[in-house]
């Protein structure tokens, strides 16, 4: 079981943007155009403790469980994510056509696992509507009509593969390749055509 719990730095913000929104308040009193960032900050402050008290995801081998849903990995028929990595958002669509947004508010690198790891255990899923053997480059099953197949990268310029082949061509003809090899005192390095 993994557990991904909301990162701590949302309570942290929402309590600054709180402080802020009080201090703009006080300011109001003597200066009504202090109310604007005021309630701007509220407003902020509110949804950074939103997100701070997010009920803690686990991830089990058989299901994803969210405060008290359960949700089969089986059941999830498309998995979709948004614009948004941290916090992340991810639309969950099941074969009844239910829609479950996800939000979880975490650090980038927990927000990149956890998206992976729902994509991953989705096995019978459209990942961002691409079917999930494609999606993750399996090898397609032989009655599928379409095959992929792996690019073909150039590594040799066309005279550079010229001489490679005129090279294999040299070494097929003698049969083999000696090496300048001392042999007794007096003998120097074999040739193709002596023999021992």
């Not at 997010?54 to 849903?69: G, N, Q, W, Y």
């Not at 480059?137 to 040799?156: I, Q, Y």
């Not at 294999?168 to 300048?180: A, E, M, Q, R, S």
């Amino acid at each position: 079981m993994s557990r991904y719990v909301p990162a701590r730095h949302y309570i942290s913000f929402g309590v600054v943007a709180m402080a802020l929104a009080g201090f703009s308040g006080f300011l109001a009193l003597s200066w009504p155009q202090a109310a604007i960032p005021s309630i701007l900050f509220l407003l902020t402050a509110s949804a950074m403790l939103v997100l701070a008290f997010r009920p803690t995801i686990k991830v089990f081998d058989s299901h994803l469980e969210i405060a008290k849903r359960i949700v089969p990995w089986q059941d999830i028929r498309r998995v979709d994510k948004t614009g948004w990595i941290s916090p992340l958002a991810v639309r969950l669509t099941f074969f009844d056509d239910e829609t479950l947004l996800i939000v979880y508010p975490g650090e980038v690198d927990c927000c990149k696992h956890l998206l992976r790891t729902i994509r991953q255990m989705s096995s019978s899923a459209l990942i961002d509507g691409i079917p999930y053997r494609q999606y993750w480059g399996e090898m397609l099953a032989p009655g599928d009509s379409k095959s992929l197949t792996p690019p073909r990268f150039r590594v040799l310029r066309p005279e550079d593969e010229e001489e490679v082949e005129r090279l294999y061509f040299l070494l097929k003809t003698v049969g083999h390749i000696d090496t300048p090899n001392p042999g007794p005192r007096g003998s120097g390095p074999r040739t193709p055509g002596d023999e021992s």
